[in-house]
């Protein structure tokens, strides 16, 4: 087992502090490592549970995801508890994700002028804490707090197990989850908010049976090689919402791609891509899928369809690529400009070269002081080669 930390982005005279957390080993022994890193980064501890969930709840992971359950494991060693035991939920070693306005587009290597597929994806989020959040969330406000803000800590994790793929992901504030990331396969994934018009919150039901949204990624990641075989596992999978809506785009290198929505009864929708970009905001494709009839916006739909517009506009014909794509996202960047009554900011770029699995991210560092963002130059992330057995 090998475990390394560095700071890659920011530093304390920055809004955000970036970690690269690189471990490889058993499943358990990188489960241990990312429990002690969110003990030391987040304060974290396990939920208390009920048993009968709980029980239930490693049952399904046995089942259908046994890296999450050996990782979970892990965990309980870090804590020095029992692996078994049913008073508490070994992960969701953070906080819950709350979506916000965040932009994604897929360009299929037959689209592109180099014949690479890139998935590209701005993370758009509250520059608040987490008092003053939940506070505006609410309806209401609260005096400016000393808290550090919600998402100043991201991380970026490489785990090169010895009994799987290995991953590359990026995380706000939840180490056992991710917003995206990408497998040595190829594999690329990412989540946004679903529907941004009917936001009512975050759910706050708990550790349910199944994956929940920001565990989701990492479960195909984890489990799947192509998009084929994230389709099959996504329409298996029990899953629920932890936090608000979400929707998700998945692509490989071969040029397949598809976004994942659930409608609020539990239906199911895979929206293909029709053989160029595929592009998704926050509101849902599946009863969205004429752009040329997209509504107009509001403040709750966080401009959700002026965005999409302009990524889709700017993503259309052939000759795209990684420039582009990045072209493509830094037009609908929010920043201290954006027509929003919210505090929110992109946090970051990210851009996966689906045919050398690299992340190559930016990540922003606060305001300049004519309201310009400033951003760390980018950084690529590989993924390492599979430590010999």
């Known amino acids: 087992m090998t475990v390394t930390t560095e700071i890659v982005a920011g530093g304390s005279a920055d809004f955000m502090t970036v970690r690269h957390v690189v471990a490889s080993g058993r499943q358990a022994d990188i489960g241990r490592a990312l429990a002690l890193e969110a003990q030391r980064a987040y304060g974290w501890t396990p939920a208390p549970a009920d048993p009968v969930k709980a029980r239930a709840r490693r049952a399904w992971f046995a089942r259908h995801w046994p890296q999450h ?60 804490s987490a008092t003053e959040l939940f506070a505006m969330l609410a309806g209401g406000h609260s005096a400016p707090s000393d808290e550090m803000p919600l998402s100043a800590r991201p991380y970026v994790i490489t785990t090169v197990p010895d009994d799987g793929p290995a991953t590359t992901v ?27 018009e009917n936001t009512s919150g975050p759910v706050d039901a708990g550790p349910q049976v199944g994956v929940s949204s920001s565990q989701l990624l990492r479960f195909l990641l984890d489990t799947c090689r192509t998009v084929e075989e994230a389709k099959a596992a996504l329409l298996g999978a029990k899953q629920y919402d932890l936090g608000v809506s979400l929707h998700y785009l998945v692509a490989d290198p071969s040029g397949a791609a598809f976004v994942w929505e659930r409608g609020p009864g539990g239906d199911e929708h895979i929206v293909e891509a029709a053989g160029g970009a595929l592009c998704m905001t926050n509101h849902p494709l599946h009863r969205h899928r004429d752009q040329a009839a997209l509504p107009e916006d509001t403040d709750e739909a966080l401009l959700t369809y002026q965005r999409y517009r302009t990524i889709a506009d700017r993503s259309a014909g052939a000759g795209l690529s990684a420039a582009r794509m990045r072209e493509a996202l830094d037009a ?11 505090p929110v900011r992109t946090l970051w770029r990210t851009v996966f070269d689906l045919e050398s699995r690299t992340m190559a991210t930016h990540f922003y560092l606060g305001d300049a002081p004519d309201g310009s963002p400033r951003y760390s130059p980018e950084r690529a992330f590989p993924i390492p080669a599979q430590q010999p057995a």
């Open 69 to 128: 359950l050996a990782r979970m494991r892990g965990a309980a060693q870090a804590l020095g508890l029992d692996p078994d035991t049913d008073e508490v939920h070994l992960d969701g070693a953070g906080g819950i994700p709350l979506g916000s306005a965040c932009s994604a587009s897929y360009y299929p290597p037959a689209v592109t002028a180099d014949g690479r597929g890139v998935l590209g994806r701005n993370y758009d989020f509250f520059t608040t």
């Open 170 to 196: 990026l995380t706000m504030n939840e180490l056992d989850g991710c917003m995206e990331g990408i497998n040595e396969h190829g594999l690329a994934a990412v989540f946004n908010l679903a529907d941004a």
């Open 332 to 342: 609908v960047r929010v920043d201290a400009a954006t027509d929003t009554p919210y």
